[in-house]
């Protein structure tokens, strides 16, 4: 029984959860997008109304205390239960129109959607998309905290409480300037590209570690100084003569219609890829729907860009 009789609110427990998370009031504050005294102010109204002392506070940090690290798990299940009421409440009110915040990667958004959304939409007019672009790791923990409802990324799962279903997969190309020596052969050999100077995009991209992998394994020179912010910056350095690079089979496929600048070429006896997935929640509302998403995303894919990119059917 509460001592003021006073029920903790879904902020509070919200609070609460983000305190656990980051040990850090400040870091917390931050994440909630609310001011420190106030973050405070709510967890000590909170304690007051449980009776409980949740944090041990010292001048080196913030640690639970074993009455907050027994509750930690209780009350991340009632912030998930709030959100499946509200993601229920959503889609009875939205009737036969549901619209789903779907995110995706900006390295893939712009060169698959134009492909997909459109038919998509023939197919299933009821549906609606409110797209937004994010880093793969931005997106999975946007999804696992209820900013996505659905996200396309080349990460595969890690966490249980995501279900995820391959799409497709998209090889990456090797492309150099029309004047590289490299220049005319459809396909070079890994110790041709050793020693090679290998543009990419800014760390922030999961893109730029599978090409830094990639030189890491044929010896290629990865360059930190002259990185680019989006596909398009990347392929002008190359054209620039600043180096060569590596991009995804579907920029090419949609930007690369007159190449000239560019030649575009393969690894011989090492095929490069990448997979795209489709996940959401295990415990979204709209699961079934989301299994039917997927077969038509992969149908409209083996209609429109089987030459771009392999499907992968069940």
């Not at 690290?69 to 912030?79: H, M, P, Q």
């Not at 492909?115 to 793969?136: D, M, S, T, W």
């Not at 729907?289 to 038509?296: A, D, G, H, K, Q």
Request: with cysteine; charged share 20%.
């Amino acid at each position: 029984m509460l001592l003021n009789g006073k029920t903790p609110s879904i902020n509070q427990i919200r609070y609460f959860v983000a305190v656990a998370k980051y040990l850090s009031f400040r870091q917390a504050a931050t994440s909630l997008g609310i001011s420190q005294p106030t973050l405070t102010s709510q967890i000590n109204a909170l304690e007051n109304s449980l009776d409980l002392v949740l944090f041990e506070r010292s001048r080196t940090g913030t640690l639970l205390s074993p009455q907050g690290k027994a509750l930690l798990e209780a009350a991340e299940e009632v912030l998930q239960a709030n959100h499946r009421f509200n993601e229920i409440a959503r889609d009875l009110a939205e009737g036969e129109v549901v619209t789903f915040r779907l995110g995706i990667p900006p390295t893939l958004g712009p060169y698959l959607l134009p492909h997909i959304l459109p038919e998509l939409h023939q197919r299933k007019p009821g549906l609606r998309f409110y797209v937004r672009e994010a880093a793969p790791q931005a997106l999975q923990h946007g999804l696992l905290h209820g900013e996505y409802d659905l996200i396309i990324s080349p990460l595969s799962s890690e966490y249980s409480q995501l279900i995820t279903e391959p799409l497709f997969n998209e090889p990456l190309k090797f492309v150099v300037p029309s004047d590289h020596k490299l220049a005319g052969n459809a396909f070079v050999r890994p110790e041709q590209i050793a020693g090679e100077k290998v543009l990419t995009l800014e760390d922030r991209h999961h893109f730029h570690h599978q090409v830094q992998h990639i030189c890491d394994e044929i010896g290629a020179d990865l360059q930190r100084d002259y990185e680019g912010t989006s596909l398009d910056t990347l392929r002008q350095m190359v054209v620039m003569g600043m180096g060569v690079a590596f991009l995804p089979g579907l920029y090419i496929h949609s930007e690369l219609h007159h190449p000239e600048a560019l030649h575009v070429c393969e690894i011989e006896g090492m095929p490069i890829e990448r997979q795209h997935s489709l996940a959401w929640r295990n415990t979204a509302p709209g699961r079934k729907t989301f299994r039917e998403i997927t077969s038509v995303i992969r149908d409209i894919i083996g209609n429109r860009l089987s030459t771009a990119v392999e499907v992968i059917n069940d």
